[in-house]
Each structure stands twice: as structure tokens, then as C-alpha cells.
């Protein structure tokens, strides 16, 4: 009687046993890993996972663990320098659409029920480009016409030199120029003949709202002209003992590309002591 109650009793345990670890499997939670590019490899951009329930996070290796049933969703940011035009970003293969919020892409992966991998792909320097122009003169409400075929300049860009600003302004903006950003434009300029002009620094590149008009006043004769603060004036470059890089009577100019580069050759400065009689 004994040795069948132990046994009826040992039966309703299992039984109940295996009740217990159905009812703790029905109520463990299922979490699905999430794979995103790593943190050293988001070359030209940032990547933000934005809060849901995980229970693994490592931004640094691109990896966490997502709740069943919950949705995925993270934000893309261009590094500076960087744009998004081109990106595709894809899940498990498959391109995934975006919401443009000003300058940030927001990516959603609605109730997540399987491993996700994430990829990004097209993100890129931005290009610039590079235009040489004469300036406009004004003085006053008056216009002013500048002769400039007397400027006897000469210039090189690459393995070019030419003669004349009119010469090297055709030769750049015929050439449409692109440069990345951080990339580096160079160019000389100087005398066709030394000792015809006092000073020869007379590159500018145009800020945000300069339309290009150099205001101009009247002295001693001549006209002289203003600095604009929307035109900043081009530094020639020195060497490592702080001397102008100077060769076959030409300076040597280098700007570095962060926008659009509209430089102006400001010839007017050139002849500040002789031009009169401009009208």
C-alpha cells in the first residue's frame, strides 16, 4: 500500500514538474540579435540605436539583443565633411527606406522577430568646386570699368603657367574643377617681369553673401579699394623658417576645400598708384 502511494505520489510530481518548466517556457522572454556595422568601420558617419528593450548592448562591436515584438530603430548622421545623398542602407539584405529629419536619417524595423543585419553603404565626401573670377568695381552708386588686359601676370596650376588673369580664369572654370572636402587647391601666381608691382597679394575667396562687387574709394587720384568682409584675402604660404615659398618669380597659394571656392584676382590692387581717369 505504502510502495503505491510513493508511487502515485512521484507520478503528480513529474507531472507537475513538467507543468512548472512549461509554464517558465511559456513565460521566458525571446530576444533576436540586431548586427550593425562596428564602431571603427562608420567611415563619414554616425550611427545612434535609439532606446527600445535589449538586453545586450556593445555600440563599439555593433551588437545587441532585441526584444521579440519590439521595433528597431536608429538614426544616421553625416560626419562633417560627409554627405548622406547616395547612402543605402540595407536589412538582411534588403534596402531599407528612410525618414529625412533635417539633417539626421531615421531607419524603423517594425516588430522584430528574426536576426537583423544591418549594412551602409554610399556615404561620401562631399565635392566642391573651384571658380577664378575678376571682380566688379563700384564706387558709390557709380560702376567702374577696370582695363585688365595690362596686368602682366603669369600663374601655374599643375604643370601650367600662363599669362594674364584672363588666361587662367579660362583655363579653371573651362577645367571644372571638383575637389573633395579637406582636399587642397593650389596655385601660383606672381610677375611676368620682377619688380613691376609693389605688392601681389591679391587673391580673395568669397564668404556667404559676397556678390562679388568690391566697394572702391577715390585718392590721391586713383582708386583704391575696400576690404569687403565677405571676401577674405588668400595668405600666400611660407616655408618651415616662416619665408614665402617663392619660385620663378611666382607665390605659391594653397586653400584648403571646405565649400564652393569663388576666388576673385582683386587686380585693382595691383595699380592703386597709376590708374586714373576711371569713370
Known amino acids: 500500500m505504502k510502495t503505491k502511494f510513493l508511487f502515485i505520489a512521484c507520478v503528480i510530481l513529474i507531472i507537475a514538474s513538467v507543468f512548472l518548466i512549461a509554464g517558465c517556457r511559456e513565460d521566458e522572454?525571446?530576444?533576436?540579435?540586431?548586427?550593425?556595422?562596428?564602431?571603427?568601420?562608420?567611415?563619414g558617419y554616425e550611427l545612434q540605436v535609439l532606446d527600445s528593450v535589449f538586453s545586450v548592448i556593445d555600440d563599439a562591436e555593433g551588437k545587441y539583443e532585441l526584444l521579440?515584438?519590439?521595433?528597431?530603430?536608429?538614426?544616421?548622421?553625416?560626419?562633417?565633411?560627409?554627405?548622406?545623398?547616395?547612402?543605402?542602407?540595407?536589412?538582411?539584405g534588403k534596402v531599407l527606406a528612410h525618414e529625412e529629419i533635417q539633417s539626421r536619417y531615421k531607419y524603423k524595423i517594425e516588430?522584430?522577430?528574426e536576426k537583423h543585419t544591418i549594412t551602409v553603404e554610399g556615404v561620401k565626401l562631399k565635392k566642391?568646386?573651384?571658380?577664378?573670377?575678376?571682380?566688379?568695381?563700384?564706387?558709390?552708386?557709380?560702376?567702374?570699368?577696370?582695363?585688365?588686359?595690362?596686368?602682366?601676370?603669369k600663374f601655374k596650376y599643375g604643370n601650367n603657367v600662363l599669362f594674364g588673369p584672363t588666361?587662367?580664369?579660362?583655363?579653371?572654370?573651362?577645367?571644372?574643377?571638383?575637389?573633395?572636402?579637406?582636399?587642397?587647391?593650389?596655385?601660383?601666381?606672381?610677375?611676368?617681369?620682377?619688380?613691376?608691382y609693389e605688392d601681389i597679394n591679391i587673391?580673395?575667396?568669397?564668404?556667404?553673401?559676397?556678390?562679388?562687387?568690391?566697394?572702391i574709394s577715390e585718392e590721391g587720384g586713383g582708386f583704391q579699394s575696400i576690404p569687403f568682409p565677405n571676401a577674405q584675402r588668400v595668405q600666400r604660404q611660407t616655408n618651415e623658417d616662416d619665408d614665402y615659398i617663392y619660385q620663378d618669380f611666382m607665390y605659391k597659394y594653397v586653400i584648403e576645400v571646405n565649400k564652393d571656392l569663388d576666388?576673385?584676382?582683386?587686380?585693382?590692387?595691383?595699380?592703386k598708384k597709376l590708374i586714373t581717369g576711371l569713370a
Open 29 to 43: 522572454e525571446t530576444y533576436h540579435e540586431i548586427v550593425f556595422p562596428k564602431q571603427s568601420e562608420r567611415n
Open 128 to 153: 566642391f568646386k573651384v571658380k577664378l573670377h575678376y571682380p566688379f568695381y563700384k564706387s558709390g552708386n557709380n560702376s567702374i570699368e577696370y582695363k585688365k588686359s595690362f596686368d602682366a601676370l
Open 111 to 113: 516588430n522584430v522577430a
Open 68 to 92: 521579440e515584438g519590439e521595433n528597431l530603430e536608429f538614426e544616421i548622421t553625416a560626419s562633417e565633411g560627409y554627405t548622406l545623398e547616395d547612402i543605402v542602407v540595407k536589412d538582411n
Open 203 to 215: 587673391l580673395y575667396v568669397a564668404s556667404a553673401g559676397f556678390d562679388g562687387v568690391f566697394a
Open 167 to 196: 588666361s587662367i580664369i579660362h583655363t579653371i572654370n573651362s577645367s571644372e574643377i571638383e575637389l573633395e572636402y579637406g582636399q587642397k587647391f593650389e596655385i601660383w601666381m606672381g610677375e611676368e617681369f620682377p619688380g613691376i
Open 263 to 271: 576666388i576673385y584676382i582683386n587686380t585693382l590692387e595691383l595699380r
